[in-house]
């Protein structure tokens, strides 16, 4: 199977505070449970696509920046939030790029993982598989240049001739390493 650079798309990763206010000026999507002052972050796969022929960690952040903007009332950015790409470069590792330092969720409240770097382990308890656009699946293969402990992959970093991909709906370690033969 070979894939179509211009068809894959990137995973996002943003940090959040829980304020514990409702005005909509604070309001990213919060999941359930959470108490005033609990850090968060939150996971999607952009809707749109990029290649990923650049070697350059600003060009997929600005992305993902770019991909959560087109749906502010659930992604958080019209409070100052930073959304990071989940991809490696030669220069950058996706665990230096967009660290885990809280429980990840999706957008609709599902926890991804855990506190601590366990997205970057190498298992979910959940596939990043929703889009930042509400009720949106991806289907996709997404681009990662990494490997499952977030580490650019070598001759498979981002900007190289055959930038890794991870499979959209895995849980496991395919989420970030996916091969297909």
Do not use: E, H
């Amino acid at each position: 199977m070979k894939f179509k650079a211009q068809c894959l798309v990137t995973i996002a990763l943003l940090l959040l505070s829980f304020s514990g206010l409702t005005s909509k000026a604070s309001a990213a999507f919060v999941p359930a449970g959470l108490n005033a002052g609990d850090t968060y972050q939150l996971a999607f796969v952009t809707s749109g696509s990029r290649n990923g022929a650049s070697a350059n960690i600003a060009d997929y952040n600005a992305f993902v920046k770019a991909q959560a903007a087109l749906n502010p009332t659930n992604t958080g950015t019209d409070v100052g939030v930073n959304w990071k790409a989940i991809v490696s470069t030669a220069a950058v590792d996706a665990k230096d790029n967009a660290p885990v330092v809280a429980p990840v969720y999706r957008f609709d409240g599902t926890l991804i993982s855990t506190s601590g770097p366990t997205i970057y382990s190498g298992s979910l308890n959940a596939a990043i598989s929703l889009t930042q656009v509400a009720g949106q699946t991806s289907d996709s293969f997404v681009w990662t240049g990494s490997n499952q402990f977030g580490v650019d992959s070598g001759a498979g970093a981002m900007g190289t001739g055959s930038p890794r991909v991870g499979l959209w709906g895995a849980s496991n370690n395919f989420w970030a390493i996916f091969t297909a033969s």
